[in-house]
């Protein structure tokens, strides 16, 4: 005896919305465990980011310090030239040693912009880390949020398919046996195995279907199967 179309369907339906459940937590999985990858990678650019950034930084501290020190020692010197200037009665030396102190002057005014510059720049490079650890610090959070989403994403995953494996089980009884064999390998190949009529097209692939069929499909009124994807197309829930 040929089973009632309209009971094939009504199962169809039924199973099409435990696919669609399963579809939709398995991509919320996907989705979370995608965001967990990403704010991993961009953590680590980050940590990246604060170790360049700290090392140009130590570099231009101790470029500043070898400065201060040249600076120290050429004011000394210096000291002793103007003090030794004062005593000097001769012109000829008097003038020569004067060239000399304006030559250390010319070199400890360039070595005072050195040193400045070198500061501002690590001033700037010490920036650059406290952001660089602020934005991974950031990444890292949420990296915790995304893996904890995940963790909830795959609970559901896992509980969503040991309750419908029961009614799965149930509604495949409920089928003509090839319909039911056409469902299970349709399943296995690990897509699935009903979709919706949307706007009279498979919902799957979105092939259209002949126009008196997809209105039987809209009533419930017939078995079909895309020409295209051979899933079933069943019609949207009734609510
Ligand atoms: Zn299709």
């Known amino acids: 005896m040929e089973t009632d179309p309209r009971i094939v369907v009504n199962a169809l339906v039924e199973l099409a919305g435990h696919e669609e459940a399963l579809a939709e937590a398995r991509s919320a999985l996907a989705r979370e465990s995608r965001q967990r990858r990403n704010q991993r990678e961009l953590a680590a650019e980050y940590d990246a980011d604060a170790d360049a950034a ?12 070898a400065r201060a020190r040249e600076i120290h020692d050429l ?27 304006t030559a250390l002057e010319r070199r400890l005014d360039r070595l005072e912009s050195e040193a400045y510059e070198l500061l501002d720049e690590a001033d700037e490079r010490s920036d650059e880390v406290a952001e660089a650890k602020q934005g991974g610090r950031r990444a890292e959070d949420r990296r915790t949020a995304a893996a904890a989403g995940a963790a909830a994403a795959g609970d559901r995953v896992d509980a969503l398919e040991h309750e419908s494996a029961v009614e799965i089980a149930r509604l495949l009884d409920l089928l003509p046996p090839d319909v039911a ?24 692939c979105f092939a259209l279907l002949p126009p008196q069929q997809a209105i039987a499909v809209d009533k419930g009124r017939l078995l ?7 899933c079933y197309v069943v019609h949207k829930p009734w609510y």
């Open 181 to 204: 064999r056409h469902v299970k390998r349709l399943q296995t190949r690990g897509g699935r195995a009903v979709v919706r009529l949307e706007g009279g097209a498979c919902g799957g």
């Open 224 to 230: 079909v199967r895309c020409a295209s994807c051979s």
């Open 54 to 65: 700290g090392t140009q930084m130590q570099e231009a501290e101790t470029g500043f310090r």
């Open 75 to 101: 004011e000394e010197a210096l000291g002793a030239k103007r003090d030794l200037l004062v005593g000097l009665v001769d012109r000829r030396q008097h003038r020569a040693l004067s060239e000399e102190i």
